[in-house]
C-alpha cells in the first residue's frame, strides 16, 4: 500500500462553524465527566486530536448525499462532519444508549438539521432486509475495531460503488495487509491512503454486492475475524 504524506496544513474553518464546533467540544467535555464520551480531558488536546484531526477527513469526503458513521461514541467523527458539511445527510450509528442519546441532545443543542442518531448494533441494523442495509453513499468509521472485523461490520451499509473511509493510526498498512481476505468476500478495494499528523485515513470503494451471510450474527465479527 502506497501512503501519500500529506504536509501538516493549518485547517481553515469559518467562525461560523468554528463556533458551532467549539459548542459541541465544550458540551463533549462537560457530558464527560457523567458518562465515558473520550479519553481525553484538555480542551487544547481534544480540539487538534478530535476536531481538527476530523476537519481534514471532511476534506476528503467527496460529494455523498448520505453518509453513515458507525461507532460514533461522542460524536467523532461524524457530529463534525454534518457541522463541516450541511449538504451531507449524515446519520450517527452508536450501539449504547446513553451515548446516543447524549448525540441526540447534542444535534438538538447544535441545531443540524441533517443530523441523525440511530441507537442499535451494526451486525442487525445491516442485516438483510433491514432497510438501511446498503443504502449509504458514503461510511466511516473511527477507533472502532481492527480493520477485519471494521470492514464486515461497516459494507454492509455501504452502496455499490459507495466509498468507506476509514480512520486509522500507525499501523493502517498493516491492518491492511491483515484484511486482504476481508477485502476480497466482501468486495471492497483501497483507492487511496493518506497519513495525516494525528491519523492515516483510507479510502476504499465497494466494488459488489454485500453477500446475504454478511454480517455475521452479534459480536461473531470481532470474536472470527475474516
Same mark, same amino acid.
Given at each position: 500500500?502506497?501512503?501519500? @504524506?500529506?504536509?501538516?496544513? =493549518?485547517?481553515? /474553518?469559518?467562525?461560523?462553524?468554528?463556533?458551532?464546533?467549539?459548542?459541541?467540544?465544550?458540551?463533549?467535555?462537560?457530558?464527560?465527566? !457523567?458518562?465515558? *464520551?473520550?479519553?481525553?480531558?484538555?480542551? =487544547?488536546?481534544?480540539?487538534?486530536?478530535?476536531?481538527?484531526? &476530523?476537519? !481534514?477527513?471532511?476534506?476528503?469526503?467527496?460529494?455523498?448525499?448520505?453518509? *453513515?458513521?458507525? $461507532?460514533?461514541?461522542?460524536?467523532?467523527?461524524?457530529?463534525?462532519?454534518?457541522?463541516?458539511?450541511?449538504? /451531507?445527510?449524515?446519520?450517527?450509528? #452508536?450501539?449504547?444508549?446513553?451515548?446516543?442519546?447524549?448525540?441526540?441532545?447534542?444535534?438538538? *443543542?447544535?441545531?443540524?438539521?441533517?443530523?441523525? %442518531?440511530?441507537?442499535?448494533?451494526?451486525?442487525?441494523?445491516?442485516?438483510?432486509?433491514?432497510?438501511?442495509?446498503?443504502?449509504?453513499?458514503? %461510511?466511516?468509521?473511527?477507533? %472502532?475495531?481492527?480493520?477485519?472485523? +471494521?470492514? #464486515?461490520?461497516? /459494507?454492509?451499509?455501504?452502496?455499490? $460503488? $459507495?466509498?468507506? /473511509?476509514?480512520?486509522?493510526?500507525?499501523?493502517?498498512?498493516?491492518?491492511? !495487509?491483515?484484511?486482504?481476505?476481508?477485502? !476480497?468476500?466482501?468486495?471492497?478495494?483501497?483507492?487511496?491512503? &493518506?497519513?495525516?499528523?494525528?491519523?492515516?485515513?483510507?479510502?476504499?470503494?465497494?466494488?459488489? &454486492?454485500?453477500?446475504?451471510?454478511?454480517?455475521?450474527?452479534?459480536? @461473531?465479527?470481532?470474536?472470527?475475524? +475474516?
Amino acid at each position: 500500500m502506497n501512503t501519500e @504524506e500529506e504536509p501538516a496544513e =493549518e485547517v481553515v /474553518i469559518s467562525l461560523e462553524k468554528e463556533d458551532l464546533l467549539r459548542r459541541y467540544l465544550n458540551h463533549l467535555l462537560e457530558e464527560n465527566q !457523567r458518562m465515558n *464520551l473520550t479519553a481525553l480531558r484538555s480542551p =487544547e488536546e481534544a480540539w487538534n486530536r478530535h476536531i481538527v484531526e &476530523s476537519v !481534514r477527513v471532511a476534506e476528503y469526503l467527496g460529494s455523498p448525499q448520505t453518509l *453513515l458513521d458507525v $461507532g460514533s461514541g461522542g460524536g467523532v467523527p461524524g457530529m463534525v462532519f454534518a457541522i463541516m458539511r450541511p449538504d /451531507i445527510q449524515v446519520t450517527l450509528l #452508536e450501539s449504547v444508549e446513553k451515548k446516543a442519546r447524549f448525540l441526540e441532545t447534542a444535534g438538538e *443543542l447544535l441545531g443540524l438539521k441533517n443530523l441523525k %442518531v440511530r441507537a442499535g448494533r451494526a451486525e442487525l441494523l445491516a442485516a438483510p432486509g433491514e432497510k438501511m442495509r446498503e443504502s449509504f453513499d458514503c %461510511v466511516t468509521a473511527r477507533a %472502532v475495531a481492527a480493520m477485519p472485523t +471494521l470492514l #464486515e461490520l461497516t /459494507i454492509p451499509f455501504l452502496k455499490v $460503488g $459507495g466509498e468507506f /473511509i476509514a480512520i486509522k493510526g500507525q499501523k493502517a498498512e498493516e491492518e491492511m !495487509r491483515a484484511a486482504a481476505q476481508a477485502c !476480497r468476500t466482501l468486495s471492497v478495494e483501497l483507492t487511496a491512503s &493518506s497519513r495525516q499528523p494525528t491519523a492515516t485515513i483510507l479510502s476504499l470503494k465497494k466494488t459488489g &454486492s454485500t453477500p446475504q451471510e454478511y454480517p455475521r450474527r452479534n459480536g @461473531e465479527p470481532k470474536r472470527k475475524p +475474516l
